[in-house]
């Protein structure tokens, strides 16, 4: 079974440039994830969707930040413009259902540096 | 407000003995928790889970335990290898209805040769 799958693997724009993400989750997981992990911390969640509609897009910040999920499978997450504070690896990770115990299941992540 | 703490940065443990990390959350009303490993350019992997209605789960070398009580949980790595060195993750799911993950800060773990 392919795991998840995110492109590319690492990003370095200036200041103020737009860049954006794609992930394509497990086959027939109906949820997919975004993180984002700052040096020497956890992952945060910046947003969740259930098929192709968002279930918590409260930590994301939404004056730069967007994401999409076409189809319900795909996924793109965009930063316009970028900060130097968005340097961070950026992870998908996607469940096969919405459930407190279901696993989630990490892509390689891109590592995104914002000179 | 961390409500998921991992306290020790990192641990360096000999090969064959034990390694233990340690995991402390603030919320009582968490239930549930999971530990990932994560490599370097790679992404967090699915370790082992533990729910609040056991004490302790265990998979081969790794167990966990949970101390409800002291709102404490530990995984324990016997024996470890080399290959376990990487950065351990505890987490713990929050919500109602739609779940999303809170993680600790990470425990770095080298296994010496």
């Known amino acids: 079974e392919a795991g998840v799958a995110q492109s590319p693997r690492y990003k370095i724009i200036e200041k103020r440039q737009s860049v954006a993400f794609w992930c394509n989750p497990i086959?027939?997981?109906?949820?997919l994830y975004w993180y984002q992990q700052i040096l020497g911390q956890g992952p945060k969640l910046l947003i969740q969707f259930q098929n192709n509609g968002v279930v918590d897009d409260s930590q994301l910040p939404k004056d730069r930040f967007s994401a999409e999920r076409l189809k319900g499978v795909d996924s793109t997450l965009k930063i316009q413009p970028a900060k130097l504070e968005d340097s961070a690896v950026y992870l998908c990770?996607?469940?096969?259902?919405?459930?407190?115990?279901?696993?989630?299941?990490f892509g390689p992540g891109t590592r995104l540096t914002v000179l | 407000d961390q409500q998921v703490k991992q306290n020790s940065p990192s641990l360096s443990v000999q090969e064959g003995r034990i390694s233990i990390l340690n995991c402390d959350y603030t919320n009582s009303m968490f239930d549930y928790f999971l530990w990932y490993k994560k490599y370097p350019a790679e992404g967090p992997t699915f370790l082992i889970s533990?729910?609040?209605?056991?004490d302790k789960n265990e998979d081969g070398r790794f167990t966990v335990f949970l101390n409800k009580s002291a709102k404490h949980l530990s995984l324990h790595i016997v024996p470890s290898q080399p290959g376990d060195s990487a950065v351990y993750f505890c987490a713990a799911p929050v919500g109602s209805g739609t779940y999303k993950y809170i993680f600790g800060t990470g425990t770095r773990l080298k296994v010496l040769a």
């Open positions: 086959s027939g997981h109906a949820t």
């Open positions: 533990i729910s609040s209605i056991k």
């Open positions: 990770a996607s469940s096969l259902v919405l459930g407190r115990t279901d696993t989630q299941y």
